[in-house]
């Protein structure tokens, strides 16, 4: 299994970026793929999760109504649309799965681990 993000760059405050996972090595179509990002010298956080579904499970309450998680199975891409970005979501973003078809609810204790993890795309928001 190979994941690589891409995307990322310099943003103005208020811009939007959209960053892209292609997935290879298994049919995307049975697979919850997550979004996170980290900045260094803090933990790692959980943004956003796409079930097969298409459902979503938003972990980080920051991003609420500003990023947008989609895929396009027929491509193995999963999309993270980002808007209205601030300084805030400067950070490296990392798309990972746990080859499971279902995303961690928000609610249940569970591990930042995942099985396999994209390189990771940084995304500096600055004037």
């Known amino acids: 299994v190979q994941l690589q993000a891409s995307g990322g760059g310099l943003v103005q405050p208020g811009g939007s970026l959209r960053l892209s996972c292609a997935v290879s090595g298994i049919t995307l179509d049975y697979y919850s793929i997550t979004w996170f990002r980290q900045v260094p010298g803090k933990e790692r956080e959980e943004v956003l999760c796409?079930?097969?579904?298409?459902?979503?499970?938003i972990y980080t309450d920051s991003v609420r109504d500003r990023f947008t998680i989609s895929r396009d199975n027929a491509k193995n891409v999963v999309y993270l649309q980002m808007n209205s970005l601030t300084p805030e979501d400067t950070a490296v973003y990392y798309c990972?799965?746990?080859?499971?078809?279902?995303?961690?609810?928000?609610?249940?204790?569970?591990?930042?681990?995942?099985?396999?993890w994209g390189q990771g795309t940084q995304v500096t928001v600055s004037s």
């Open positions: 796409i079930s097969p579904s298409e459902s979503f499970t």
């Open positions: 990972a799965t746990d080859l499971l078809s279902w995303c961690y609810s928000r609610y249940s204790p569970h591990s930042v681990e995942r099985k396999h």
